[in-house]
């Protein structure tokens, strides 16, 4: 053994040793600080809003949220089925010209299958904020609120909340195509 | 009682600096370093998490021009449905770098907003930017993905064009084998709504070859077999399909949905149809 190793057999020594590994390790631990000034919230997050949303709404994991995960559809059945459900409110609409682009309704659904924080975001067709007519978001936001089968986000058998999203593509106000 | 000196200091220096990452230098030998360094500590995070948005802000501080940091800002606002920020970031990532994020761009229009044209556009260009060389945006064959385009498009034969390429191009520059089993399926359901019921079983048969437990080729062979009035052989197939879907045999993506998606209610609609 090489001389400066002998003091590794000494108890005392190697209590130290062991230590110091150990200070090592849990220092290591505590080096990745919070940056300061962080944003307050993940991309994709949807704030509670009392002006806009259910105070009895309960989300039941501790804020961890599922994006849309751990599914094949986000809706029973997939997108023929949607299409199913959505057509009679498309029928509804009425043609209104210029009233391009793309409308995306966001929400929560809990592990219960409850559903609340539904958020529209729009654009037209060059991808640039836009909104649309009060009737024509009303209408599909109403639609996707009442839409009966939104799947439950779950995990290995587990139910979580999660976010769900679906797409409409409107030309001239009339929706071409459904994207969840 | 100096290699204890020696054995005590040791430890002491290495308890110190042993963990700590080196600290950024106080000055930069340029502002792409400095972005390179911040980009590189938010890839400790899940993307759009809140500390990898503050990196990728300290990254694009450091160096607006930083066409990665751009691209990696939109990615999570385009997977959450918040499409202006992410064609926003987008946008810029091709203004900087127009060859590295055309590809992406264009998959992005396909995929998340069906915009075909749009999608197109983009591929057509980056395409013609690089003569004798096959692009994949994201990692897929570019001819694979335009023939997606035009299909969703409506356009079958601009379509049976593109993955007929894709499938020729690949069997020439490494065999055919290599060849993304989805090109024969896709180019197989083209062929199946032209009419050509015989050729497109020769497609799903391709891709059975190269994975014998493809669901989507099951059932689309089915559905060409029903149009050659072969109802008996159509079934066995629609029942592969099903047995293949329930151990979990499908392509599906979380993020997107997919093209010509195959779920248990179609297939379960055939087998009825079967039992009937």
Same mark, same amino acid.
């Given at each position: 053994?090489?001389?400066?190793?002998?003091?590794?057999?000494?108890?005392?020594?190697?209590? !130290?040793?062991?230590?110091? !590994?150990?200070?090592?390790?849990?220092?290591?631990?505590?080096?990745?600080?919070?940056?300061?000034?962080? +944003?307050?919230?993940?991309?994709?997050?949807? +704030?509670?809003?009392?002006?806009?949303?259910?105070?009895?709404?309960? %989300?039941?994991?501790?804020?961890?949220?599922?994006?849309?995960?751990?599914?094949?559809?986000?809706?029973?059945?997939?997108?023929?089925?949607?299409?199913?459900?959505?057509?009679?409110?498309?029928?509804?609409?009425?043609?209104?010209?210029?009233?391009?682009?793309?409308? &995306?309704?966001?929400?929560?659904?809990?592990?219960?299958?409850?559903?609340?924080?539904?958020? !529209?975001?729009?654009?037209?067709?060059?991808?640039? +904020?836009?909104?649309?007519?009060?009737?024509?978001?009303?209408? %599909?936001?109403?639609?996707?609120?009442?839409?009966?089968?939104?799947?439950?986000?779950?995990?290995?058998?587990?139910?979580?909340?999660?976010?769900?999203? !679906?797409?409409?593509?409107? &030309?001239?106000?009339?929706?071409?195509?459904?994207?969840? | 009682?100096?290699?204890?000196?020696?054995?005590?200091?040791?430890?002491?220096?290495? $308890?110190?600096?042993?963990?700590?990452?080196?600290?950024?230098?106080?000055?930069?030998?340029?502002?792409?370093? =400095?972005?390179?360094?911040?980009?590189?500590?938010?890839?400790?995070?899940?993307?759009?998490?809140? /500390?990898? /948005?503050?990196?990728?802000?300290?990254?694009?501080?450091? @160096?607006?021009?930083?066409? #990665?940091?751009?691209? /990696?800002?939109?990615?999570?606002?385009?997977?959450?449905? =918040?499409?202006?920020?992410?064609?926003?970031?987008? @946008?810029?990532? $091709?203004?900087?770098?127009?060859?590295?994020?055309?590809?992406?761009?264009?998959?992005?229009?396909?995929?998340?907003?069906?915009?075909?044209?749009?999608?197109?556009?983009?591929?057509?260009?980056?395409?013609?930017?690089?003569?004798?060389?096959? @692009?994949?945006?994201?990692?897929?064959?570019?001819?694979?993905?335009?023939?997606?385009?035009?299909?969703?498009?409506? @356009?079958?034969?601009?379509?049976?064009?593109?993955?007929? #390429?894709?499938?020729?191009?690949?069997?020439?520059?490494?065999?055919?084998?290599?060849?993304? $089993?989805?090109?024969?399926?896709?180019?197989?359901? $083209? #062929?199946?709504?032209?009419? *050509?019921?015989?050729?497109?079983?020769?497609?799903?048969?391709?891709?059975? /070859?190269?994975?014998?437990?493809?669901?989507?080729?099951?059932?689309?062979?089915?559905?060409?077999?029903?149009?050659? *009035?072969?109802?008996?052989?159509?079934?066995?197939?629609?029942?592969?399909?099903?047995?293949?879907?329930?151990?979990?045999?499908?392509?599906?993506?979380?993020?997107?949905?997919?093209?010509? =998606?195959?779920?248990? *209610?179609?297939?379960?609609?055939?087998?009825?149809?079967?039992?009937?």
């Amino acid at each position: 053994m090489p001389d400066f190793l002998i003091f590794y057999k000494m108890p005392l020594c190697r209590s !130290v040793f062991w230590g110091a !590994v150990c200070f090592l390790f849990f220092s290591c631990q505590e080096q990745k600080e919070e940056p300061p000034n962080l +944003p307050p919230y993940i991309v994709g997050h949807i +704030p509670y809003d009392e002006s806009k949303d259910n105070p009895d709404f309960e %989300l039941c994991n501790n804020g961890y949220i599922i994006e849309n995960g751990g599914r094949r559809s986000p809706y029973k059945g997939g997108v023929k089925k949607m299409w199913t459900y959505f057509q009679p409110t498309f029928d509804q609409l009425a043609y209104k010209k210029g009233e391009d682009g793309y409308l &995306t309704v966001r929400f929560l659904a809990n592990c219960k299958g409850e559903k609340d924080r539904f958020r !529209v975001l729009a654009i037209n067709k060059r991808y640039r +904020p836009k909104e649309f007519s009060e009737d024509i978001t009303t209408l %599909l936001l109403e639609s996707v609120r009442n839409a009966p089968d939104w799947q439950i986000a779950s995990h290995k058998g587990k139910n979580y909340d999660g976010y769900n999203m !679906v797409t409409f593509k409107l &030309t001239d106000g009339q929706v071409t195509d459904l994207i969840p | 009682m100096k290699y204890l000196l020696v054995y005590i200091w040791t430890l002491l220096v290495f $308890v110190n600096f042993g963990c700590q990452e080196p600290p950024p230098p106080l000055t930069w030998k340029s502002p792409r370093q =400095e972005a390179e360094h911040w980009f590189e500590m938010q890839t400790d995070y899940f993307m759009g998490s809140r /500390q990898s /948005q503050y990196f990728l802000s300290k990254s694009l501080e450091a @160096d607006p021009t930083f066409a #990665r940091a751009w691209m /990696q800002k939109a990615l999570p606002h385009l997977q959450k449905g =918040e499409f202006a920020q992410g064609f926003k970031y987008l @946008d810029k990532a $091709v203004e900087l770098n127009r060859l590295e994020y055309l590809g992406y761009r264009g998959c992005a229009k396909l995929y998340y907003l069906h915009d075909s044209k749009g999608a197109l556009k983009d591929l057509i260009e980056l395409d013609s930017m690089t003569p004798n060389f096959t @692009d994949a945006p994201w990692g897929r064959d570019i001819y694979y993905t335009m023939g997606i385009a035009e299909k969703r498009r409506g @356009d079958l034969l601009s379509a049976y064009m593109y993955f007929n #390429r894709s499938i020729l191009n690949t069997t020439k520059e490494k065999g055919e084998d290599w060849v993304e $089993v989805k090109v024969f399926l896709y180019r197989g359901i $083209v #062929r199946l709504e032209l009419g *050509d019921a015989t050729g497109a079983i020769e497609d799903f048969e391709k891709g059975i /070859q190269y994975f014998d437990k493809f669901m989507e080729a099951h059932y689309y062979k089915g559905k060409a077999l029903l149009e050659l *009035d072969q109802k008996e052989n159509a079934c066995k197939n629609f029942a592969k399909a099903k047995e293949f879907l329930t151990a979990g045999y499908s392509y599906s993506n979380q993020m997107y949905s997919m093209t010509e =998606e195959v779920l248990m *209610d179609d297939i379960l609609h055939y087998l009825n149809m079967c039992n009937n």
